[in-house]
C-alpha cells in the first residue's frame, strides 16, 4: 500500500534477489483467474538493466526458466514469446 509500480518492483527485487533494478520499462497487464479462483492481475515489466548479482534472499530455491515450453499456461507462454521477438529487434 502506498506505493506505486515502480518502486513495489524495486522494492521486491532488492528484497527477493538482491539487485537494484535501473531501467523499468512496462509491457502490458493482464487479468487472470488463478485455478483456486483467485483473480489476479499481472503487470509484465521489462527490466533493462540493474546492479548486483541475482541471488535468492527468499526462503524458496530461486531459478531461471530458459525453456518456455515449462510455462503451464499458455496464455502466459505467448505473451513471453511475444516479448521476446520484439526484444530481439531492440
Not at 530455491?61 to 516479448?83: A, C, F, G, N, P
Request: no cysteine.
Amino acid at each position: 500500500m502506498g506505493e506505486s509500480l515502480n518502486q513495489a518492483l524495486e522494492r521486491e527485487m532488492q528484497e527477493e534477489l538482491g539487485i537494484r533494478v535501473q531501467r523499468i520499462t512496462p509491457i502490458r497487464v493482464r487479468y487472470y483467474t488463478a485455478s483456486n479462483g483467485e483473480r489476479q492481475r499481472i503487470h509484465y515489466l521489462r527490466i533493462r538493466d540493474w546492479k548486483g548479482k541475482i541471488r535468492s534472499n527468499e526462503a524458496e530455491t530461486v531459478y531461471w526458466e530458459s525453456d518456455i515450453s515449462h510455462l503451464s499456461d499458455t496464455i502466459e507462454r505467448k505473451i513471453v514469446l511475444k516479448q521476446l521477438s520484439q526484444v530481439s529487434r531492440v
